[in-house]
C-alpha cells in the first residue's frame, strides 16, 4: 500500500489578492449591514423617544396632581434582542417620584399577619392600582406600574421615593 504526503502548496501572488479582494469584499458587505442595521434601530429609537418626550409633560402633570415630582428619570428598550427591534418591544421610561407637598402620603407599615403576609398588601395595591389610573388617565399610556413597596414607609414622618415603570408603544 502505498501512502502519499501532501506537501503544502504556495499560493501565487494573484491567488493571494484574489483571496484579500475576497476578504475584503465580505467584511465591507458585513460592515454595510450592519451601519444599516443600526441606522434603522436608530431611527426606531429616535421615533419611540419622542413618543416619551411628547408625554413627559402630561407624565410630570399627572404625578404633580398627586403631590410627586420626578427626581430620577430614564428609559430604554424592552425585550430580549437589544440589536433589532421587535414587533412588541417598546420604551419603559422608569421614573423615581419624591413627595412634593403634603398631597401625597405614604402608607405606615403594620406588619405581618401570621402567614406572612403584609397587613398592608391590600391597601398598598390599591393605593398603586389608583395612581397608576390617574396617570393613564392624565396621559393615555396604558401600560403604567406603580410599585406597591415603595408607598410604604416604616415610621410617620419617613419618607422615600416612589417606583413608576411605564411602557410607551
Excluded: H
Amino acid at each position: 500500500m502505498e501512502t502519499t504526503v501532501n506537501t503544502p502548496v504556495s499560493l501565487s501572488l494573484s491567488e493571494l489578492t484574489n483571496k484579500i479582494d475576497l476578504r475584503k469584499a465580505t467584511d465591507k458587505l458585513r460592515v454595510q449591514n450592519e451601519i444599516s442595521r443600526l441606522m434603522t434601530m436608530q431611527s426606531l429609537m429616535d421615533t419611540a423617544v419622542s413618543k416619551v418626550e411628547e408625554k413627559l409633560p402630561s407624565i410630570v402633570a399627572a404625578l404633580d396632581s398627586m403631590g410627586l415630582g420626578v427626581s430620577e428619570f430614564g428609559y430604554g428598550k424592552t425585550g430580549m434582542d437589544s440589536k433589532t427591534w421587535n414587533d412588541g418591544d417598546c420604551i419603559r421610561v422608569n421614573i423615581t417620584a419624591v413627595p412634593t407637598s403634603n398631597k401625597f402620603r405614604f402608607i405606615l407599615d403594620q406588619g405581618y399577619d401570621s402567614r406572612g403576609r403584609g397587613k398592608n398588601q391590600n391597601r398598598l395595591n390599591e393605593k398603586a392600582n389608583k395612581m397608576s389610573a390617574v396617570i393613564t388617565e392624565k396621559t393615555g399610556i396604558g401600560s403604567v406600574q406603580i410599585n406597591p413597596f415603595s408607598l410604604e414607609i416604616k415610621n410617620a414622618g419617613d419618607t422615600k421615593r416612589v417606583l413608576v415603570e411605564l411602557w410607551i408603544k
